[in-house]
């Protein structure tokens, strides 16, 4: 076999696994950190969960409160949860895509 023939080294292969894998675990403490916000209603009902998805808070104007009618608030509170870990999702392929595509492209390495 002739040196170098194409084969990558396996000490460069462990380094850029370590490299990748330590730039994985930053884009991870970064998305826990970060916060986005859906919301429904017009801005009736607001969530807030955090990059990785956690709710961290829900904000409910009284306007949008009827006690005859807590279906609708139900489906506001919904609507806004989903608009939040949407907004949480497109964080996260945006931090986490290229990550991702470097370690699914090295032998042996999936997320």
Do not use: F, R
């Amino acid at each position: 076999m002739i040196p170098g023939g194409g084969q990558p080294n396996m000490q460069e292969l462990l380094q850029q696994a370590q490299k990748m894998q330590q730039d994985l675990a930053q884009a991870q403490e970064e998305l826990a950190a970060t916060e986005v916000e859906g919301q429904s209603g017009g801005g009736l009902v607001k969530a807030v969960v955090n990059g990785s998805g956690e709710l961290k808070g829900l904000v409910i104007d009284p306007k949008a409160v009827d006690p005859e009618d807590t279906e609708t608030l139900a489906d506001l509170v919904l609507a806004a949860v989903q608009a939040a870990n949407d907004n949480a999702h497109q964080l996260q392929q945006q931090k986490l895509g290229p990550l991702a595509q470097g370690l699914g492209g090295m032998p042996g390495l999936s997320l």
